[in-house]
């Protein structure tokens, strides 16, 4: 058994530790699998999670049921965390149903109402023993699109952490589903005011040799999902040479595989501070 019903010591340790943990986005039997083997395979942690569109196709049971029994397969830990959480409602439901962590995603939201939903979304994922993931991406006014690609603000960060969120999401440069490169300035200015667990958004894009760097700046989460969903449509799009629906599957599994797989590369080697 090596489902962690609580995200937050994986977390502590890869934060003393230097390093970060991909979290991969999955929504089925095969990409949680192709994830899984990989981590075996790497003999590393590893954070699966759901958006939320995903969880409204089945419910937050349903996965963590499902992870819980793929965890028991592999020997290395294996937290289930909500991507992404849009509102108090859905990040309870996850937690009620046995999710590691969770993230509230409140970029619509003015930053006071954003901290005060930390707080009081902090001390219920505490006392459901599970970690929070907060967004400092974006703070604009709700509707707005302005404001999507702006940057964290190093002192909201703080903010959201002294507030009780066990890892705050930052907006560096990096966006999903696109290249990019991430300002480790700026991260680094933000390690050195949150002094606590970061994440970043994004991952698939980011440049390898900035992933690496990322993790002596206090991050210990990065979200792959795109490059995961590419390999997943370029696996239906090729099927027709395939004889069966299992081979389907079975070629979908191993090309989410090999991108997990890259992504633990990715996140290898720490490189130290110059
Ligand atoms: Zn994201």
């Not at 994004?202 to 390999?231: D, E």
Request: overall charge negative.
């Amino acid at each position: 058994m090596t489902f962690h019903p609580d995200a937050r010591p994986l977390l502590q340790a890869a934060f003393k530790g230097g390093y970060a943990l991909p979290a991969f986005n999955v929504c089925s039997l095969e990409m949680a699998k192709g994830c899984l083997e990989a981590a075996e395979e790497a003999e590393r942690p590893v954070i699966l999670q759901t958006y939320p569109a995903d969880i409204d196709q089945a419910s937050p049971h349903v996965f963590v049921q499902m992870i819980r029994a793929l965890a028991d397969e592999v020997s290395v830990p294996v937290a289930l965390h909500l991507d992404h959480g849009r509102d108090a409602a859905q990040v309870i439901a996850c937690l009620r149903a046995g999710y590691s962590s969770v993230m509230f995603d409140g970029q619509d939201l003015p930053f006071e109402d954003t901290l005060d939903m930390t707080t009081h979304l902090a001390e219920i994922a505490h006392a459901s023993g599970a970690s929070l993931e907060v967004s400092a991406e974006s703070f604009g006014l709700p509707g707005s699109s302005e404001n999507v690609l702006e940057t964290t603000d190093p002192g909201q960060a703080a903010r959201l952490h002294a507030a009780g969120a066990d890892m705050v999401a930052c907006a560096v440069g990096s966006e999903h589903g696109h290249d990019s490169r991430i300002d480790l300035d700026l991260l680094g200015r933000i390690a050195e005011q949150v002094r606590g667990p970061l994440v970043l958004h994004g991952g698939s894009g980011i440049a390898p040799g900035q992933l690496a760097r990322a993790q002596v700046s206090g991050v210990v989460k990065v979200n792959v999902g795109s490059a995961l969903y590419r390999a997943v449509r370029l696996g239906w799009t090729d099927s027709d040479r395939l004889s069966t629906h299992r081979a389907g599957y079975a070629d979908i599994r191993a090309r989410v595989r090999a991108v997990a797989a890259e992504y633990f590369r990715r996140l290898a080697s720490p490189v130290s501070t110059p």
